[in-house]
Structure formats: C-alpha cells, structure tokens
C-alpha cells in the first residue's frame, strides 16, 4: 500500500511541476496575447491613454508577479510532498530512497534562490527591451539554473516512479 500511495504521490508532483512550466509561460505570453489584435476591445479603450510598450511592460509585470507567486507557494508544496514521499519510501533503501532525497535537496536549494531571482526579475520587469547583456546575463543565468534544477527534480521523480513500477 505504501509503494501505490508513494506512486500517487509522484504522479501529483510531476503532473503539476509540468503544469508550472505551462502556467508560467502562459503568464508572460499573456500580455502579447491581450493587447493583440485578438484582445478585447475594452481591455484596449481603457488603456488607450498608456503607452503601448508600458501596457506591455505593466502587463508583463503582472503575469511575472503571478509566476513568482505561483513557484514560492509551489515550493512549500513541495517540500511537504518530498518530506512525504521519503518517508513513506524510507524502508526501501537504495535508489527508492537516493532519487526523492535528491528531489527534496533540489527543492531546497530552488527554495533558497527563489529570493534572489524574484529581486532580479522585478528589478528588471520595466527595464526597456531589449535587455543590455550586464543586465540580461545575471537573471539568464539564475533562470537557467532554476529551469535545469527542475528538470534534475523531475528526472529524478521519473525515476523514482519507474523504480517503484518495477516492483514485485
């Protein structure tokens, strides 16, 4: 019972990781998407007296608020989902244990750079674009490092999932 409740456990951590990338991408896109001409007339009678590169910047900003909102609840969520799935995987040992450990210290270093890439990210949320590299680089840099821990933490999950589905 503890390896199908640790499986539904997996399922609802890489299921919404998966859907955290999609909302956050939806987020930005969003304000392109709104102010096109695909827009709602109203949406653009409102906003007729700004600016169309501050629509788009005030726009962009909210979507990046939502996204950082979204990932520093999401990684409560998900230190409680790790602190869960290794318990409930303890006994087993080996790679069962290894790989969600990995995904829990990968949660908690994501967790400690949350900070710094929200500050560079507002910070360059109504910077004009495109961006100079000086300004670009540090944040590209953090994000990347975001985006490849995330794909290591549902490697690993994937892993650990395959592992249990291999069992007798």
């Known amino acids: 019972m503890r390896w199908k409740l640790a499986l539904l456990l997996l399922g609802a951590w890489v299921g919404v990781l998966a859907g955290s990338w999609v909302m956050a991408t939806f987020n930005l896109r969003a304000a392109d ?4 001409p695909g827009g709602r007339f109203e949406l653009a ?3 007729a007296g700004v ?7 005030a726009l962009r900003h909210l979507g990046a608020e939502l996204s950082r909102w979204m990932f520093s609840s999401w990684a409560v969520v998900q230190l409680g989902l790790g602190a869960a799935l290794l318990a409930l995987l303890w006994p087993g040992g080996g790679l069962s244990r290894l790989l969600p450990g990995l995904a829990l210290v990968v949660v908690l270093a994501q967790a400690a750079a949350l900070g710094p890439l929200a500050r560079r990210g507002r910070a360059l949320d109504f910077v004009p674009r495109p961006l100079r590299p000086e300004d670009a680089r540090p944040f590209g840099l953090l994000h990347a ?4 821990a995330d ?4 490697s690993a999950l994937v892993g650990t999932a395959f592992l249990l589905l291999r069992r007798p």
């Open 51 to 57: 600016a169309a590169p501050d629509r788009r910047a």
């Open 33 to 36: 998407r709104v102010l096109g």
């Open 145 to 148: 490092a975001f985006l490849g």
């Open 45 to 47: 009678e409102k906003l």
């Open 151 to 154: 794909v290591l933490k549902a």
